[in-house]
């Protein structure tokens, strides 16, 4: 059965908000630039690194309601060349603000192609200087179509598994699913109660498959689900656990410029929902009720990490 650890980052005292600014970055990922990826010729060119460096400085400049920064920017899967990793992270720290992206595959000494996840979450140490704690996880579940892919290139699939990570990072608590993950209701099932938001990178061409996946996530596990897929296959968006009308407040497709959208996650006002009984979450026009077996004891550990 899968397994979870637990990432507390720091202890983010300066950074507690009541709610998380989250960007999803609306961009493409080229199928080229995949494969030469895992044929051991990533794309490093400058039209790409400079696309890419824009896109960042514009995500760093950016200012929300009430001068409010972005607190968190995903990417979608395979769409961040493993080379690049250090600079993504030396760029969250100098700005404080945190990324998930999917990184390219990565061929090791014995020939497996590694499809990973990165997060790069900065912190405030205790004498006041900025960190940031660099992690990657492989993936637990290749799609069929990627195993195909690989193996008929000569690659071998990874045995290991990797544990999945719940965070806790400024106050919120999150976990993130690598594309085909989230279609395995057990690993889904492994964190209800436990998060506030769950982060889907994605390359799948399957939007709608995974438009029911999300949706029955976001209402099955009572939290914000943020996906994020390939620009040209669209359905990046924020789902809540709200009624069917307001259940995307975010949603985006397609556009030839690499850009990104931007919203504030209320999560004291989902927390407070969740620990009250039936009688007063039936009257909420902000969210549905929690669904039988929702495990009050983890919104209050969410909610003191919060305060």
């Given amino acids: 059965m899968a397994k979870f650890e637990t990432v507390v980052v720091g202890p983010g005292f300066a950074d507690l908000h009541d709610s998380i600014q989250v960007a999803i970055a609306n961009i493409p990922v080229c ?71 999917g990184l390219e595959h990565h061929i090791n000494a014995r020939g497996q192609a590694l499809n990973e996840v990165l997060a790069a979450l900065p912190y405030q140490t205790g004498s006041g200087h900025w960190a940031c704690i660099p992690i990657r996880r492989v993936k637990r579940f290749y799609s069929p179509e990627e195993e195909l892919i690989l193996i008929n290139e000569g690659l071998k699939i990874p045995i290991r598994k990797d544990p999945y990570h719940l965070f806790r990072w400024r106050g919120a608590s999150f976990t993130i699913y690598n594309c085909f993950e989230l279609a395995s209701i057990e690993d889904r099932s492994l964190f209800k109660g436990k998060v506030d938001f769950i982060v889907a990178s994605e390359f799948n061409r399957d939007v709608n498959y995974f438009s029911n ?3 029955a996530a976001a209402r099955d596990l009572h939290c914000y689900v943020i996906q994020v897929n390939d620009s040209s296959f669209g359905d990046s968006r924020v789902v809540s656990p709200s009624k069917s009308e307001m259940m995307n407040p975010l949603r985006i497709k397609g556009g030839d410029n690499l850009t990104f959208l931007t919203m504030n996650l209320n999560l004291t006002a989902l927390r407070t929902h969740q620990r009250k009984g039936y009688g007063l979450q039936k009257e909420s026009k902000e969210f549905k009720p929690t669904p039988p077996g929702f495990p009050l004891d983890e919104v209050h550990v969410r909610i003191k990490l919060g305060s």
């Fill in 213 to 215: 996946v999300v949706e």
């Fill in 31 to 101: 199928s080229i630039n995949i494969e030469s990826s895992y044929l051991g010729r990533p794309n490093l060119g400058r039209d790409r690194l400079k696309q890419f460096n824009n896109l960042l400085n514009e995500i760093s400049r950016y200012r929300g309601k009430g001068d409010r920064r972005i607190d968190l920017v995903i990417f979608p899967e395979v769409s961040v060349p493993h080379a690049w990793e250090p600079m993504l992270v030396a760029w969250a720290r100098r700005h404080r603000i945190g990324v998930v992206c």
